[in-house]
């Protein structure tokens, strides 16, 4: 018997990086976020930048509207977001406003990651736990980008 519970940060992370290949497999970034509250995934979203033609429709932006519609509340207090690339500035900020009091992310995003620009545009009761099966997030980006040098030269 595997060691993996279904209610552990590795297994929730794991369901994360597949809404990022849902979003690899649509030629989206392949980004992936779940909102988790009392052990239960109860939003699960990728990025839809392209399909949507929205600039904001990042993985995290649609998990916490999913997560807020979900839970009929604008806040997620009893929630933690998973997400498999650190969140830049704009995703960070909505989850200030929505105060979610966990976020585990899995690759940095080293050039528009929140912690880059201003670590503080997080809410001050925020826990953040950073490199959770970070290899397999950054594998995913990086093969992803690859893709796309190779497509257009």
């Known amino acids: 018997?595997?060691?993996?519970?279904?209610?552990?940060?590795e297994h929730f992370m794991k369901e994360a990086?597949?809404?990022?290949?849902?979003?690899?497999?649509?030629?989206?970034?392949?980004?992936?976020?779940?909102?988790?509250?009392?052990?239960?995934?109860?939003a699960r979203a990728y990025n839809q930048v392209e399909k949507l033609n929205d600039a904001t429709a990042h993985a995290e932006m649609l998990a916490i509207t999913a997560a807020q519609n979900y839970l009929g509340?604008?806040?997620?207090?009893?929630?933690?977001?998973?997400?498999?690339l650190e969140p830049c500035v704009m995703c960070a900020g909505a989850s200030y406003w929505s105060?979610?009091?966990?976020?585990?992310?899995?690759?940095?995003?080293?050039k528009k990651g929140f912690a880059r620009i201003n670590e503080n545009i997080l809410h001050p009761k925020t826990?953040?736990?950073a490199g959770l099966l970070a290899d397999e997030c950054k594998?995913?980006?990086?093969?992803?980008?690859?893709r796309m040098r190779e497509n257009n030269h």
């Not at 509340?73 to 997400?83: G, T």
């Not at 594998?139 to 690859?146: E, G, K, N, V």
Request: charged share 20%.
């Open 73 to 84: 509340a604008k806040y997620l207090q009893e929630c933690s977001l998973y997400v498999t």
């Open 127 to 129: 826990v953040v736990k």
């Open 1 to 9: 018997m595997s060691g993996l519970s279904i209610h552990s940060d």
């Open 17 to 42: 990086l597949k809404q990022a290949q849902i979003a690899f497999d649509e030629g989206e970034v392949p980004v992936g976020a779940v909102v988790v509250c009392n052990k239960t995934i109860i």
């Open 99 to 110: 105060q979610i009091p966990q976020i585990f992310y899995g690759a940095s995003d080293e």
């Open 139 to 146: 594998y995913l980006i990086d093969d992803f980008f690859r």
